[in-house]
């Protein structure tokens, strides 16, 4: 079995991509005290979205326009069931979960006649790579490229993958630098002490769920325009929840969320990996990331009650909670 | 002196169920004042708070604040108007730091990013002005509980508050924070800012207001200035009984003991001691009343007995076997029925019918088994026979128990806890909330069941009268301890049974010698 490294990870850190964008919006929701189990669908609506705007306009960038303003959708249409409707917010998002499976069928049947992809029907966009081809900072790379390993790995990832990473940076500085992070956190954490001084909490919870949804419309728009260039039925493929999971394990916190997303991203591209240099059952080898998130979320679940009992049972101090 | 900060006329409150939570109350608070408001749980103090900080609207009555007549809405706009309040449970998020928690709402902002520096600077400003020691930088889930109170009081104070609630601030805190908090008080006070504090705890009353407001089952005991009371005086004002109930019994036989507790210790999730070596028996025949001020420990004793929480250290054996890791059927096999201080919570499941309660702790076991299925006549049979026992008002068996009234649900309850076969009965608040017919019914009922079936019975209430007319000895519970014990319950005076519930005097252990 010979395996080449450096494409290795260059290509799990391009599997990260959309499971980023997830956790962040994952983590953006759940600061505000929601558990958004809806991003599966939001991020199915984003890809058919990114594919039907970029088709009819004849442009990239309005496809990529399109994803984000169909997730943002997407995030109003599920906040405003459960805030202003009052609906249960898992019942809301498992429906809406559902109606997106069937519905980016549908929708993709009424546009193009086929079931289960856009990819005869629809031209295809990709969103570009950057690498030493890229104008104004192909220099850098070229550059970059010369830089052994590392050079490889940096060269060549989507524009996408760049902004996953600024998104890292920028969800981070909203929360912690921001009046409205602050806001955020204020309401996730106890809406009543939010409401006493005079915050909005539908609002921030509004909020929340746009920047929620914007994304998961970069999610969907990297996996239709440039981890490949149509749309597939399913293809979200468990992404969304996988995000949710990431973000768990990190407690929320963006960096953290990112590492995790990292780490399922290498999950995924060790089954794919060995799906093609070993005879094991494809079968078996698919399910490496999901075990993976299982395995890992019991391990973080069992150190946290851990620690509660430890506390509860006098053996340490209560400050360690 | 004579500057009257707020002034609240002939406040009633009746909440939706008829329940008077307030009823003429007069309040009237003076600039530089500490005014205490005292009374016992469910006097009403906490209710006319909440109407002065706009989260519950009076029936009747008018507020003046600085001699102008208010309404007010919300709590917005009680902050608006200068009223502050420290929440008895924090208004708190522990993962933020001081001075974000203190600017929340007000945010201080430069460059489109929030201004944590100014937030910083401001929060300091206000704390050192009142000599709180307090670092703005910390995270609140650091501060120790003292500390969490000022950053509150600071939440209270940048918005210019001018009259500043304190409920029951002390309950939290070490008697070091406590002498703290009152210089810190006496700063704000002569700086103008009147507090109203909210206490059971006579001792400090007298020891910082000014003037003292006494509230008793929802009325007005009248205003007073401390320095014309004394702690007993003020004790008997705020314990008392409105109407004296008799029951008529005899000397208990007593038994084998059926309950031992032996050192029990539990401690909550913020590390505290919530029962603290605690030690006593129950013996079979005798009705064991435990009284004190809620919040003393009596929920998490009665948590531990019934097998719904665990317990730090110590022993507690039913029937001579230790309920330690025992789950609630496993302790109820061992011989204990339970009637849970919260019904809706603990006691019933609301929207299943009468039948299936009645029957919920006894529908696995064989007898009221055919086969792989319930046994619906049998069941039917006993149902029928306990509703009309117990004259459960209904319609029919089958009928979602919610749909009943207090009293109703109540008698669901007992019925079920009364016929479990159980040697042991533990009875919390029985009679809370429900009419007297009922409430008589159920305390008679524990004290001829003690009587003639050699029950013995732990009964914890709030309601003087209950503990002290059911009970056959005594407890008194303070601090997660037994503060007092008397062999005969009904022989207590209430004035005596008060000043040992708010810790004006405490017995030691060898005047308690053969009570426990």
């Not at chain 2, 608006?80 to 709402?105: R, Y």
């Not at chain 2, 605690?278 to 004190?292: N, P, Q």
């Not at chain 2, 665990?310 to 789950?327: M, Q, T, Y």
């Not at chain 2, 061992?334 to 039948?355: F, H, P, T």
């Amino acid at each position: 079995m010979s395996i080449d490294w450096v494409a290795f990870i260059a290509d799990a850190i391009r599997l990260s991509t959309p499971l980023i964008f997830a956790a962040l919006a994952a983590l953006i929701c759940r600061q505000a005290g929601m558990f958004n189990m809806g991003l599966e669908g939001m991020i199915l609506w984003s890809a058919l979205g990114a594919v039907i705007c970029a088709h009819y306009s004849g442009s990239m960038w309005i496809g990529l326009l399109g994803g984000i303003a169909v997730g943002l959708v997407s995030g109003l249409i599920i906040a405003f069931a459960s805030i202003s409707g009052k609906a249960d917010l898992y019942l809301t998002c498992i429906a809406f979960n559902l109606a997106a499976t069937g519905g980016t069928v549908f929708v993709m049947y009424l546009l193009t006649g086929e079931k289960s992809t856009t990819a005869g029907a629809f031209r295809s966009y990709q969103i570009p790579n950057l690498g030493p081809d890229t104008p104004i900072i192909g220099g850098l790379f070229k550059l970059i490229e010369k830089i052994p390993v590392i050079g490889r790995i940096i060269s060549g990832q989507s524009l996408l993958t760049w902004l996953a990473l600024l998104s890292v940076v920028l969800v981070w500085v909203l929360l912690k630098k921001t009046r409205l992070g602050l806001r955020i956190r204020a309401v996730g954490e106890n809406p009543h002490a939010a409401e006493s001084v005079g915050i909005s909490v539908p609002k921030v919870g509004y909020v929340s769920f746009s920047i929620c949804g914007v994304m998961t419309g970069l999610s969907g728009a990297f996996l239709s325009m440039s981890f490949v260039t149509f749309f597939m039925k399913g293809m979200a493929n468990g992404r969304g929840y996988i995000g949710l999971s990431a973000q768990n394990m990190a407690n929320g916190e963006p960096i953290g969320s990112a590492l995790a997303s990292l780490l399922f991203g290498f999950c995924q591209e060790l089954s794919t990996t060995m799906k093609n240099q070993t005879t094991f059952p494809t079968e078996f080898l698919e399910m490496i990331p999901y075990a993976a998130t299982i395995i890992a979320l019991g391990i973080t679940g069992m150190l946290a009650i851990r620690r509660r009992r430890r506390v509860e049972s006098g053996q340490a101090a209560a400050k360690e909670e | 002196m004579a500057d009257e900060v707020l002034r609240m006329q002939n406040i009633t409150k009746i909440y939706s169920n008829g329940f008077i939570a307030n009823r003429d109350v007069n309040l009237v608070v003076q600039r530089n004042e500490i005014h205490g408001l005292v009374g016992e749980n469910g006097a009403g103090k906490t209710t006319l708070m909440k109407m002065l900080f706009g989260m519950e609207v009076p029936n009747e009555g008018k507020i003046f604040i600085d001699g102008k007549e208010e309404k007010i809405a919300n709590p917005l706009d009680a902050i608006h108007k200068g009223v502050g309040m420290v929440h008895q449970h924090f208004m708190l998020l522990p993962s933020l730091s001081v001075a974000e928690n203190v600017t929340l709402g007000i945010e201080p902002v430069k460059n489109g990013l929030y201004d944590f520096e100014r937030a910083v600077a401001d929060t300091q400003a206000i704390a050192d002005k009142y000599n709180f020691k307090i670092d703005a930088r910390a995270k609140v889930a650091d501060l120790s509980v003292g500390q969490m109170q000022k950053v509150e009081i600071l939440k209270a104070l940048i918005k210019g508050a001018k009259i500043l609630i304190m409920d029951e601030p002390t309950a939290v805190l070490t008697p070091q924070e406590t002498e703290e908090l009152f210089e810190q008080l006496f700063i704000l006070r002569d700086d103008g800012v009147s507090v109203i504090f909210i206490s059971h705890k006579l001792e400090e009353v007298m020891h910082i207001c000014g003037r003292v407001t006494v509230l008793r089952h929802g009325a007005c005991m009248g205003s007073y200035n401390t320095k014309d009371l004394t702690q007993a005086s003020l004790s008997k004002l705020m314990v008392g009984r409105d109407v004296v109930l008799k029951i008529e019994k005899e000397d208990p036989t007593l038994g084998t003991p059926v309950v031992s507790i032996r050192d029990l210790v539990k401690i909550n999730s913020f590390g505290k001691n919530v029962i603290d070596g605690l030690s006593f028996d129950i013996r079979a025949g005798e009705v064991v009343g435990i009284a004190g001020v809620e919040g003393n420990g009596q929920t998490e004793l009665a948590q531990v007995l019934s097998g719904l929480g665990s317990f730090a250290s110590g022993e507690a054996l039913l029937n001579g076997e230790s309920i330690k890791g025992k789950s609630v059927r496993e302790i109820r096999d061992l011989g204990m029925a339970y009637i849970a201080e919260d019904r809706m919570v603990e006691g019933v499941a609301g929207n299943m019918s009468i039948k299936m309660n009645i029957v919920a702790d006894r529908f696995a076991k064989k007898e009221f088994k055919k086969g792989l299925f319930m046994d619906a006549k049998k069941i039917d049979k006993l149902v029928d026979q306990y509703i009309k026992d117990f004259e459960i008002a209904c319609d029919s068996p089958d009928e979602p128990v919610r749909m009943l009234s207090g009293g109703n649900i109540q008698k669901v309850v007992v019925a079920r806890e009364f016929t479990s076969g159980a040697n042991f009965l533990l009875a919390c608040q029985p009679t809370r909330g429900i009419d007297v017919g009922t409430a008589e019914m159920i305390r008679k009922t524990i004290v001829r069941k003690a009587r003639e079936e050699n029950l013995a019975c732990l009964l914890i209430s709030a309601d003087l009268n209950e503990v002290l007319e059911c009970s056959d000895r005594l407890l008194v519970m303070r601090k997660g301890k037994i503060a007092a014990a008397f062999p005969k319950a009904n022989q207590v005076s209430e004035d005596v049974l008060g000043e040992y519930m708010l810790g004006v005097r405490e017995m030691t252990g060898a005047e308690m010698e053969g009570l426990l």
